[in-house]
C-alpha cells in the first residue's frame, strides 16, 4: 500500500503521524511509505532522518495526497487537506466528528472511509490511541495553569503547592480518566488540595491512592459546584467515546469562582464539559470569561511535538499495518474505529 503521512498544517501544530522509526517497519512489510517535505521538522526528524528508513520524501502535499492511498495524520483535516482527499482514500487520524459537524458532512461529500484514532478500542474496552495524547493534554493542563495563575499572566498571583505560612492551591478535576488522571499526578505532586470527580469507583480510587491531598468523590451536582466555586484551577477532562462532552461544569458555576482562576477544558476536542468553553488554538490560546481564565486549545499535545510524536507513533503503527491489510475489517477492534465509510455515518455515537 502507498502511505502518505502530510505536514500539519493547525496553527502551531508540530506533531508528525509516523516517526522515522514507525515508518521502517511498514518499509520492512513492503509497503510504500512517503512523507511530505518538512513535516517532522518540528517533531525533531529531518527528511533525511526518514530517507534513512527508505521513506520517500514528497516535495509538495498535491503530489503526496495525489500517491497515496492511506493517509496517516494527527489531526483532523483542514481546508487545505479536505481539498487534496479523495473518495478513494483511508484516513486515519484524530477526528472527533461529534463537536465538528460541518467536518462530518464534508468527509461524507468527498466520499471516503475515515477511522478514528479516538473510537478505536482493545479487547478491554479501552482507547488505546487516544491514550497516549490523554496522558500528554493531562500532564500539560496543569503545567500551563500552573503558568496562568500567575500575576504577570492576569492569575491570582499564587504557588500552587503553596509554602509554610501560605496555604496550598485548590485543583479541581472533573472526569478522573486517563486525562484527567495524570492531570491529578501532576497537581498532587506540585502540592495542591485535589479533588476529582467521576461516576467510577476505580477511579475514584486511583485519584486517593496518589496522597491524602487528593480526594475522590461521585459528580453531584452540588459537590461540584461548591468545590468549583473554591477552586483555583478547574480542569475539564469527560470523555463519552465518540460523543459530544455533556456540560458538567455550568456558566453558573465558573461565574462563581475568584478572578485569576483558570478553567483548562482537556475536553475541547469533543465540545467541552465546561459550559463556557469554546475552541482557541496556540496562535490564540486564552480567553477570560467573567474574570476566569480559559485554556480551551484543541490540540494540546502539539506543544511538545517530539514526546508527542513519539508517544503517538508507538500506539498507531501496528494499527496503521493492519488497516493496510485486504481482511482488516475483520478486526471487529479496528473496526469500531470506522466513523466515515464511503461517505456514510456509521459510529454509532455519530448516528445518535
Not at 269 to 290: F, I, K, L, N, S
Not at 323 to 343: F, Q, S
Request: aromatic content about 4%; hydrophobic content about 45%; charged content about 20%.
Amino acid at each position: 500500500m502507498r502511505i502518505g503521512v502530510p505536514t500539519e498544517r493547525k496553527p502551531l501544530e508540530g506533531r508528525v503521524g509516523l516517526i522515522p522509526a514507525a515508518c521502517a517497519g511498514l518499509v520492512k512489510s513492503g509497503h510504500e511509505v512517503m512523507v511530505e517535505s518538512g513535516a517532522g521538522l518540528k517533531s525533531g526528524y529531518s527528511d533525511a532522518d526518514f530517507e534513512h528508513f527508505g521513506v520517500k520524501i514528497i516535495a509538495d502535499a498535491d503530489t503526496l495526497f495525489e500517491k497515496a492511498e492511506m493517509i496517516v495524520k494527527v489531526k483532523e483535516p483542514i481546508e487545505p487537506d479536505l481539498k487534496r482527499l479523495r473518495k478513494d482514500h483511508l484516513l486515519f487520524c484524530y477526528l472527533h466528528l461529534a463537536a465538528l459537524p460541518e467536518l462530518t458532512k464534508r468527509l461524507c461529500d468527498i466520499g471516503l472511509t475515515a477511522v478514528a484514532f479516538e473510537t478505536v478500542e482493545d479487547q478491554q474496552g479501552q482507547l488505546p490511541l487516544l491514550a497516549p495524547m490523554s496522558d500528554i493534554a493531562g500532564r500539560l493542563s496543569i503545567q500551563v495553569a500552573t503558568h496562568l495563575l500567575h500575576q504577570p499572566q492576569g492569575g491570582k498571583g499564587i504557588l500552587l503547592g503553596g509554602v509554610p505560612a501560605a496555604p496550598r492551591g485548590k485543583v479541581v478535576i472533573v472526569g478522573g480518566g486517563v486525562a484527567g488522571g495524570n492531570a491529578a499526578v501532576v497537581a498532587a505532586g506540585l502540592g495542591a488540595n485535589v479533588t476529582v470527580f467521576d461516576m467510577s469507583r476505580a477511579a475514584l480510587e486511583r485519584a486517593r491512592a496518589l496522597g491524602p491531598n487528593v480526594t475522590g468523590l461521585y459528580p453531584h451536582s452540588e459537590d461540584v459546584a461548591a468545590a468549583v466555586a473554591k477552586a483555583d484551577i478547574v480542569v475539564g477532562a469527560v470523555l463519552v467515546t465518540g460523543e459530544r462532552a455533556p456540560h458538567v461544569v455550568s456558566k453558573a458555576m465558573v461565574k462563581s469562582m475568584q478572578p485569576g482562576s483558570v478553567v483548562v477544558d482537556i475536553s475541547v476536542d469533543q465540545g467541552g464539559c465546561v459550559e463556557t468553553t469554546h475552541p482557541t488554538t496556540y496562535a490564540d490560546p486564552t480567553y477570560v470569561w467573567e474574570g476566569v481564565t480559559h485554556f480551551t486549545v484543541t490540540n494540546m499535545p502539539g506543544a511538545v511535538p517530539r514526546t508527542s510524536s513519539q508517544a503517538l507513533s508507538a500506539a498507531i503503527a501496528p494499527y496503521a499495518e493492519l488497516l493496510t491489510r485486504p481482511d482488516w475489517r475483520e478486526n471487529k477492534y479496528l473496526v469500531k474505529g470506522i466513523n466515515v465509510d464511503a461517505g456514510k455515518v456509521v459510529h454509532p455515537a455519530l448516528l445518535k
